[in-house]
């Protein structure tokens, strides 16, 4: 079955810009009608959408993170990527990779989580 | 502030039946699908519920869910005690073109 890692840097400087990479095993990223996005939660708190794309490299993001998100996808790698720029620790969440099926918020698979911690 | 309502926690003892509730509005539960994930410590999300009342498989018949207009809302009969966990509702969210979530129901089995 398809499995969803997440990779990239555990720690960020406040102003720097995030990077992470969500690897797809047990499936092509361009099969099917899928998306694939980025949730993120804060520790102890709810979870937020950050974007999602489409294999075709459609994307659409949260109105709230649009002007420093960048969801961006490699098939031949089978990866999608996730960077969000001038970060503040506000940013500091885990962060979770997932696929979607069809349009609407049908999550499923999840990755395991990264966590990113935005200090000096 | 999340853009769908829910209770911050919820409670019950085992054997009970608890309801979680999910408040929208015409753009998001009002016209779309509402979804439902229980979260367990220290883990990511799990599908529970899909497209307002539909269960995937291996989730227990103990689970069901309903909407109505701009609500929804979560059933767990029978609780356990594995059943504590955070529950999220989300929908898609046509005025805003993207995914909402809820805030999130901590459920504690006394």
């Known amino acids: 079955q398809v499995q969803l890692q997440e990779s990239g840097p555990g720690l960020v400087k406040p102003s720097q810009t995030l990077s992470l990479t969500c690897t797809v095993s047990?499936?092509?990223?361009?099969?099917?009608?899928?998306?694939w996005n980025w949730i993120r939660q804060p520790a102890g708190k709810g979870l937020e959408w950050i974007g999602r794309?489409?294999?075709?490299?459609?994307?659409n993001y949260n109105p709230s993170l649009k002007s420093r998100v960048t969801i961006s996808i490699d098939t031949s790698k089978n990866q999608f990527s996730l960077k969000l720029s001038s970060v503040t620790a506000t940013d500091t969440a885990m962060y979770y990779c997932?696929?979607?099926?069809?349009?609407?918020?049908?999550?499923?698979?999840w990755g395991q989580g990264t966590l990113v911690t935005v200090s000096s | 502030q999340s853009v769908l309502t829910q209770p911050p926690s919820a409670s019950g003892t085992p054997g009970q039946r608890v309801t979680i509730s999910c408040s929208g509005s015409s753009s998001n539960i009002g016209s779309n699908y509402v979804y439902w994930y229980q979260q367990l410590p220290g883990t990511a999300p799990k599908l529970l519920i899909y497209r307002n009342n539909q269960r995937p498989s291996g989730v227990p018949d103990r689970f069901s869910a309903s909407k109505s207009g701009t609500s929804a809302s979560l059933a767990i009969s029978g609780l356990r005690s594995e059943d504590e966990a955070d529950y999220y509702c989300?929908?898609?969210?046509?005025?805003?073109?993207?995914?909402?979530f809820g805030g999130g129901t901590k459920l504690t089995v006394l």
């Open positions: 047990g499936g092509s990223i361009s099969s099917g009608s899928f998306y």
């Open positions: 989300a929908a898609w969210d046509d005025s805003l073109s993207g995914v909402v």
């Open positions: 997932a696929r979607i099926v069809g349009g609407d918020p049908w999550f499923d698979p």
């Open positions: 794309i489409y294999m075709s490299g459609s994307t």
